[in-house]
């Protein structure tokens, strides 16, 4: 079935650890997203990506980072965890950059400790 | 800066009922509007709306635009427990034409 594969499904992270969460699309969507979603805050945009091998930053970037070195993989690395960024992450999809819908994969469960 | 502002935050209605849930925004270079329905994991993409005026439908829910007052509502009719879901609202535009969301209208449908 066509879409967005996030792994893992749910993590507990000590402060401090590295952490790469993994997004695969195989609908051959040239745009991709990471999202976090925090209750009361919404959906935040992180790091995006036009087109591989672009990157660009959203709205809360900082502690992040992507790489697009392909049009299917879209991993998100946390390199020094921190207990704030314990969320839900949303991978995302949409087949230009210009306002098509996103598609979404099922979301990682982060908790830093 | 581009703002979405949903309203009511949350909201809990009996079946049968009809409920509007509201959008309003701000923005440059406006491209589209959209909305999603969020249950246990991923959004699920509902509407799309670029023109002002021109009511989109499916099933029991639809939703309009109206970009000269700067809003968009979505009307869901005879409301069933399925129904129940968070409720969000994304706006395209701005010089990146990236998604600004809203911070999501919970509704709780109950027997």
């Known amino acids: 079935i066509a879409g967005i594969t996030q792994a893992p499904t749910s993590q507990i992270l000590a402060a401090g650890r590295r952490m790469t969460l993994r997004c695969t699309q195989d609908?051959?969507?040239?745009?991709m997203y990471w999202y976090r979603q925090d209750l009361g805050l919404g959906l935040r945009l992180i790091h995006y990506s036009n087109t591989a091998g672009t990157t660009g930053k959203g709205e809360v970037p900082d502690g992040y980072s992507v790489s697009r070195a392909n049009t299917d993989d879209f991993p998100l690395t946390l390199a020094s965890a921190v207990p704030s960024q314990t969320s839900v992450y949303f991978c995302?999809?949409?087949?230009?950059?210009?306002?098509?819908?996103?598609?979404f994969g099922n979301g990682t469960r982060l908790t830093v400790t | 800066e581009d703002k979405v502002v949903q309203s009511p935050l949350s909201l809990v209605v009996h079946e049968g009922d009809t409920v509007t849930l509201n959008c309003s925004y701000e923005v440059t270079n406006f491209r589209s509007l959209l909305w999603y329905k969020q249950e246990k994991k991923a959004p699920t993409f509902l509407f799309m709306l670029?023109?002002?005026?021109i009511e989109k439908k499916s099933g029991r829910l639809s939703s309009i635009l109206d970009k000269k007052e700067l809003f968009s509502i979505l009307n869901i009719t005879a409301t069933q427990t399925g129904d129940s879901a968070i409720y969000l609202c994304a706006l395209v535009g701005g010089a990146n034409s990236k998604l600004t969301f809203g911070k999501g209208i919970t509704l709780s449908v109950r027997p």
């Open positions: 995302a999809s949409s087949d230009s950059d210009r306002g098509s819908p996103l598609h």
């Open positions: 670029t023109s002002s005026g």
């Open positions: 609908m051959r969507h040239n745009a």
